[in-house]
């Protein structure tokens, strides 16, 4: 017998320790249509799976007696200086989970000092994320054509965005058997200011294809990438690379970073991990190129892998959502603070000062 999910809470009960700990509490707080849409993934969900499995492999060897006492955990990017590396990552439709939806997350991002990145399909409107806070970035889905791609870009330009992320591993949403079996629908009275749910087709004959000729005909380009750098003035990274080969032709059109992720295992099963990626392409741009690692993050010591594997920072999706759906705003500051506490007691384990001072030296691979 199923019960009505509980009310998020205005305190945090003294057994929340850990993410793992908020991921089971979290699931109290949601329906189950709801449960499945956020922890599912794309057909037999191994690439999810696998997200959480790709740091076990890797070790770590800590250095000792170091001095420490000026130990910090600030990071560089894009002349912007960041307290720590943990960012939010975007997820659209937060209202499925809190009342306050992306208010409340970026609440918690301004308390903690974090880099969050509003999605296209914020239950928000991004004039109403932390006006007097610079840590924000907006996420953009491609809108089907230039004209109504860039009033976005220019309205995160109007409303103190410092970088544009393109998502481009996700033209097609993916096939989450999951979330079909249980008839999961976002809630018809949902309001998306920035962007339908949905883009229409093109019409197509009986004789083409609904995919390749219909779809991929308002699917951007890498034309259409060039396109964006040259009308705006903010940083642009995407996010979805994978391929060494498509990470040297973001660098060879100009890209300024790149979030290395396979959208949480959402899109297309089966994905090579977002950490064995961010080894290839680190190998394949220059060392100061900015990659960011998204997908997987549950512990500090996962932190401190990516970077020493080479992530500048990295993302946390699911995590923060459970933080959101147990308490809203003070359950998201409490799941990066964990986070970042974890981060910082590994790195003084590990005998190093900074984030900069870490590096491959510290880890052994299986």
């Given at each position: 017998?199923?019960?009505?999910?509980?009310?998020?809470?205005?305190?945090?009960?003294?057994?929340?320790?850990?993410?793992?700990?908020?991921?089971?509490?979290?699931?109290?707080?949601?329906?189950?249509?709801?449960?499945?849409?956020?922890?599912?993934?794309?057909?037999?969900?191994?690439?999810?799976?696998?997200?959480?499995?790709?740091?076990?492999?890797?070790?770590?060897?800590?250095?000792?007696?170091?001095?420490?006492?000026?130990?910090?955990?600030?990071?560089?990017?894009?002349?912007?200086?960041?307290?720590?590396?943990?960012?939010?990552?975007?997820?659209?439709?937060?209202?499925?989970?809190?009342?306050?939806?992306?208010?409340?997350?970026?609440?918690?991002?301004?308390?903690?000092?974090?880099?969050?990145?509003?999605?296209?399909?914020?239950?928000?409107?991004?004039?109403?994320?932390?006006?007097?806070?610079?840590?924000?970035?907006?996420?953009?889905?491609?809108?089907?054509?230039?004209?109504?791609?860039?009033?976005?870009?220019?309205?995160?330009?109007?409303?103190?965005?410092?970088?544009?992320?393109?998502?481009?591993?996700?033209?097609?949403?993916?096939?989450?058997?999951?979330?079909?079996?249980?008839?999961?629908?976002?809630?018809?009275?949902?309001?998306?200011?920035?962007?339908?749910?949905?883009?229409?087709?093109?019409?197509?004959?009986?004789?083409?294809?609904?995919?390749?000729?219909?779809?991929?005909?308002?699917?951007?380009?890498?034309?259409d990438i060039r396109w964006v750098l040259e009308n705006t003035s903010l940083p642009v990274l995407l996010k979805g690379i994978l391929h060494p080969?498509?990470?040297?032709?973001?660098?060879?059109?100009?890209?300024?970073?790149?979030?290395?992720?396979?959208?949480?295992?959402?899109?297309?099963?089966?994905?090579?991990?977002?950490?064995?990626?961010?080894?290839?392409?680190?190998?394949?741009?220059?060392?100061?190129?900015?990659?960011?690692?998204?997908?997987?993050?549950?512990?500090?010591?996962?932190?401190?892998?990516?970077?020493?594997?080479?992530?500048?920072?990295?993302?946390?999706?699911?995590?923060?959502?459970?933080?959101?759906?147990?308490?809203?705003?003070?359950?998201?500051?409490?799941?990066?603070?964990?986070?970042?506490?974890?981060?910082?007691?590994?790195?003084?384990?590990?005998?190093?000062?900074?984030?900069?001072?870490?590096?491959?030296?510290?880890?052994?691979?299986?």
């Open positions: 017998m199923s019960h009505p999910p509980l009310p998020p809470l205005n305190q945090i009960p003294p057994q929340l320790q850990t993410l793992a700990d908020y991921e089971q509490q979290a699931q109290h707080h949601l329906t189950p249509d709801v449960w499945g849409y956020l922890q599912g993934g794309a057909m037999h969900e191994i690439s999810v799976q696998q997200n959480l499995l790709q740091f076990q492999d890797i070790q770590l060897v800590p250095r000792h007696l170091n001095d420490l006492t000026q130990g910090h955990t600030e990071i560089h990017l894009f002349g912007q200086t960041y307290p720590h590396p943990i960012f939010l990552a975007p997820i659209g439709h937060q209202g499925l989970f809190h009342p306050q939806a992306e208010q409340a997350t970026a609440l918690a991002a301004e308390v903690m000092q974090s880099n969050m990145i509003l999605s296209t399909f914020t239950n928000t409107h991004m004039g109403e994320i932390n006006p007097h806070h610079a840590d924000k970035w907006f996420q953009l889905y491609w809108q089907g054509s230039r004209e109504q791609s860039l009033p976005l870009v220019q309205q995160a330009e109007q409303f103190g965005y410092q970088a544009i992320v393109i998502t481009v591993d996700s033209p097609h949403k993916g096939i989450r058997d999951r979330e079909s079996k249980l008839c999961f629908q976002l809630p018809k009275n949902m309001q998306h200011p920035h962007a339908p749910t949905h883009l229409s087709f093109p019409d197509v004959s009986p004789s083409e294809s609904q995919v390749f000729q219909g779809l991929m005909r308002i699917a951007p380009t890498w034309e080969a498509d990470a040297q032709k973001a660098l060879d059109y100009g890209v300024h970073g790149l979030i290395i992720s396979n959208h949480a295992g959402r899109v297309l099963d089966g994905t090579i991990s977002p950490l064995t990626a961010l080894q290839n392409i680190r190998q394949a741009v220059p060392q100061d190129y900015p990659l960011l690692l998204d997908g997987g993050i549950r512990r500090g010591t996962d932190v401190f892998k990516a970077i020493a594997l080479g992530a500048n920072a990295v993302l946390i999706g699911r995590p923060y959502i459970y933080g959101l759906a147990v308490a809203g705003a003070l359950g998201v500051a409490h799941v990066t603070r964990i986070l970042k506490e974890e981060l910082e007691i590994t790195m003084a384990l590990m005998g190093t000062e900074n984030i900069k001072s870490i590096n491959s030296s510290f880890i052994y691979q299986l």
